[in-house]
């Protein structure tokens, strides 16, 4: 699965399964929440297996820069919290980091 794809989907679920938890946790949701928040963990798990590298470590810490960004827009689209400056600013340079990481010249 390319990047550009399972990363984005891998951030939606992984963020969404652990903002069940913090629903659950933190404002007092029903444990109900909690099974969705599982399947979609699971789910983010899937998805990052996806991406095709040499280094578990070197898919993590591109989708690392990804994560970031996403929590930003979780954050504005799904919390109501419009990102301030600073957020995109510290997006951006994510984002900018992830891309160097995927596009890298390596070596065979």
């Known amino acids: 699965m390319p990047a550009a794809l399972a990363y984005p989907l891998a951030a939606l679920a992984e963020i969404a399964g652990c903002f069940a938890i913090w629903a659950w946790w933190r404002l007092g949701a029903s444990t ?35 994560y970031i960004a996403a929590s930003a827009l979780w954050m504005w689209l799904a919390e109501g919290h419009r990102p301030d400056r600073w957020d995109l600013l510290g997006a951006t340079v994510c984002l900018l980091g992830a891309a160097i990481i995927l596009a890298a010249p390596r070596g065979a």
């Open 32 to 66: 109900l929440w909690l099974v969705p928040g599982v399947v979609s963990l699971v789910a983010f798990g899937w998805l990052l297996a996806q991406v095709e590298a040499v280094a578990a470590g070197r898919a993590f810490a591109a989708y690392g820069g990804i």
